[in-house]
């Protein structure tokens, strides 16, 4: 007699679900495999002569690709990475048309894309391409020196960020688009003969790698279903599909955010599902920032707090005619953040997320009835983190017990424990970790580590990561909280908190501090003003507050309280 596992699977056969030498996923008539791959040619067949890319290139020219091109393109290197048997394909560009191409042009191919921060040390960099087994790198020429030394048998591709598509300033990456459309004329089917529909939506896609910046950085595997998802919550959470035929105005996307971080927290594929327009950006320019947003009339883009600090700083600042939809993340914001950009018609999307959540995965959802609040309590209400995205299951905060049992907090906006997710947009996982990725879903959700508030609406306020916690004479200071009332001194600038040694309180908190321009203030009279503050209490007053020209930060503009807690300990300053 067959045994119950037996009988199961040839049943499953006779229902046409496959058993155990059937196909992985069942094809029915009423789904279909979720990837985002799909949206390029889609938006390609709907609008073909929609801009879909603008950018400047190396060469001083104004590059403008419609959605064909745009499309043309990614399918040629689809087909060449699928003639090679490529793999899995590496990625070292800044925000250029050809990193917005390989997004697409690799899983098209069949391959898994490892878009990795060209400002890691050329050691980081080794490593991860190493551990991610890639066997081909596109790679801008601008940092193709960053490979010197790594493993010659993996073949590069470089791409020389040029307008020329062929001839003396085309290169290596237009080659290999050219390669792949001639051989889709001689022996593909255009698109069909890609993978425009994963085999199985729950195959990776890629890899996105963590920081890294007490460990070895660790391999973030993303599906095609977590992406699509991802993307389909951002179009809506940010307002990016409002096309209209009647107006001819469509979203345009100012890629702030880098591409090769999370990537670019799905926004690539939502501006394409959009039938948006992608406004590349080699690298942030705060006087080139306000000139696309006047007269581009940019409508959208991603930045963190410290970024939209710089950029309403800026000398060109002047309120927009138009409203800028700007999704707010990497760091919690300060009510008097939002305050300013409200002022310059840049709106806050506010968001928050992880590497190992495709980027945002909550929003902080306005509502009407606030505008009765005084503003000062209206935008402490849009500073907080929110509730979970569309695609999301709705998050929780949990007690920090250290053990697998899973208790979820007050909702009184006064216990703090730390986030977790589960559902739709969390990653499978780290790749070759196994341990790590066992840690990382303890108790059967996704630990976070950040802690939060859980107030009675069911929003929920970040409070500290649990690292940045400063516990001073018993009492737990939070270094996100003492920085938002800091910022409101009218010459601060920028704020970042860490712990420093006491002998008496055990730690105390210090700030390293940014002005605005033309300011002469001292931490002296920092001090003496928080001393006076109604907003901060006694013990949170900080020892010492040091004035610096510009505070560490990462490659989305996170301040880096790593660095900071270094420069406590004395170690030497790249800034």
Known sequence: MSNPSSRLSKLAGHL??????????PRQNNRHELSPTYFLPKAASIEPDAEAIVHTT??????????????????????????????RVGILCPNTPAFLEAMF??????????????????????????????????VDREYA???DGFDPSVRRIIDEDTDATEGELSGEFDDAVRQGLEYDAKFGNGWEGLEMEAQNEEDVIGLAYTSGTTAKPKGVEYTHRGIYLGALANCIESGLA???VMTRTRAKYLTILPLFHAVGWTYPWAIVAARATHFCFRKIDYKEMWRLLKVEGITHFCAAPTVNTLLCAHEDAERLPQEVKVTVAASPPTAKLFEDMI??????????????????????????????????????????????????????????????????VKKDGMEIGEIVFTGNICAKGYFKDPVATAKLFRGGVLHTEDLAVWHPDGSVQIQDRAKDIIISGGENISSVSLESMLVKHPEILEVGVVAVPDSHYGERPKAFVTVQGGSNLTGEQVIAWAKKSPHISGFMVPREVEIVKELPKTSTGKIQKNVLRGWVKGEKRDI
């Not at 046409?16 to 996923?25: E, R, V, W, Y």
């Open 145 to 147: 020196h960053l490979l």
């Open 105 to 138: 042009g690799i899983p098209a191919g069949g391959a898994i894309q490892v878009g990795i921060n060209f400002r890691l040390k050329p050691e980081d960099i080794h490593y991860i391409f190493g551990h991610a087994e890639v066997d081909l790198i596109i």
């Open 242 to 244: 409002g096309n209209s």
């Open 343 to 408: 002022g310059l018609n840049l709106v806050p999307v506010h968001v928050y997320g992880l590497t190992e959540t495709y980027g945002p995965i909550t929003k902080g959802y306005f509502l009407p009835e606030w505008h009765n609040l005084s503003p000062e309590e209206m935008y402490q209400k849009m500073a907080r983190q929110g509730h979970g995205f569309i695609t999301s299951k709705m998050l929780r905060v949990v007690k920090t017990t250290g053990t697998d049992e899973i208790i979820d």
């Open 58 to 87: 190396v060469n001083g020219k104004v590059l403008r690709r419609t959605y064909r091109e745009f499309a043309d393109r990614a399918r040629g290197l689809g087909y060449f990475l699928k003639s090679k048997g490529y793999k």
């Open 16 to 25: 046409g679900l496959g058993g155990a030498s059937g196909p992985k996923t």
